[in-house]
């Protein structure tokens, strides 16, 4: 069946790195983009940016540039997202969200497809 | 940034009743093809959010027919025709023209 598998949960010291993984499966890889999302305790919902599956092209939120990364292993069909500098502000569950890219014979759908989460603490 | 803004944030509801979310974003999310660009999502306890409405009023598979969106421009709205238990959770309003921003997110409660 159509579904995303992440990564497990991970603890970090402040200034270091953390990668996520999102493995998807039961559709074609590279007719959709996935999103990057999370909540922090107490938070909003925060989207992060997005990566074409196809072309690998990302694009981030302003508030995550030059800290977040997204690439994608399509021989894996995973998508990954580094977010590096971390602080005790990015205690979080991030999601991946599947979108469909939109070509001629489809339309926008929504993020139809999430992950379970993946629990990120950032602690000294 | 389009700032998304719901009402109420919180909502008691009856079983049985109907239910009514309103979501208002601060930039029309109305796109030159016809289409608003506005999804509703529902966070059920212990669960990944799910998709209800994509472009403002097109129920996503599997969702159920109680649940319906309306509206255009700026003014969007969620409803629920007939509350069920397992409807509870926290519902959002996404907008999806220019990158992403969410609304603040409505809790649904039983009474």
């Known amino acids: 069946q159509v579904q995303l598998v992440q990564s497990g949960a991970e603890v970090k010291k402040p200034g270091a790195s953390v990668k996520v993984s999102c493995k998807a499966s039961?559709?074609?890889?590279?007719?959709?983009?996935i999103h990057w999302l999370r909540q922090a305790p107490g938070q909003g919902r925060e989207w992060m940016g997005v990566i074409n599956c196809s072309g690998g092209r990302a694009t981030y939120a302003q508030q995550f540039k030059g800290r977040v990364t997204m690439t994608r292993d399509t021989s894996a069909t995973t998508v990954y997202m580094e977010l590096s500098s971390l602080r005790s502000e990015d205690t979080a569950v991030y999601y991946c969200?599947?979108?469909?890219?939109?070509?001629?014979?489809?339309?926008?759908?929504?993020?139809?497809?999430w992950g379970q989460g993946t629990t990120v603490t950032v602690s000294s | 940034d389009i700032v998304m803004t719901q009402s109420p944030l919180s909502l008691p509801v009856t079983p049985g009743e109907p239910a009514s979310i309103s979501c208002r974003s601060s930039q029309s999310l109305l796109y030159d093809n016809g289409y608003n660009y506005l999804d509703w999502y529902l966070q059920k306890p212990g669960q990944s959010p799910q998709l209800l409405i994509y472009?403002?009023?097109n129920r996503a598979s599997g969702v159920p027919d109680r649940f319906s969106g309306s509206g255009s421009g700026t003014d969007f709205t969620l409803r629920i025709s007939r509350v069920e238990a397992e409807d509870v959770g926290v519902y959002y309003c996404?907008?999806?023209?220019?990158?992403?921003?969410f609304g603040q997110g409505t809790t649904v409660e039983i009474k």
């Open positions: 969200a599947r979108e469909v890219i939109v070509v001629a014979g489809n339309h926008y759908t929504g993020m139809d497809v």
């Open positions: 472009l403002g009023s």
């Open positions: 996404m907008q999806a023209l220019d990158m992403r921003t």
């Open positions: 039961g559709y074609t890889f590279t007719s959709y983009y």
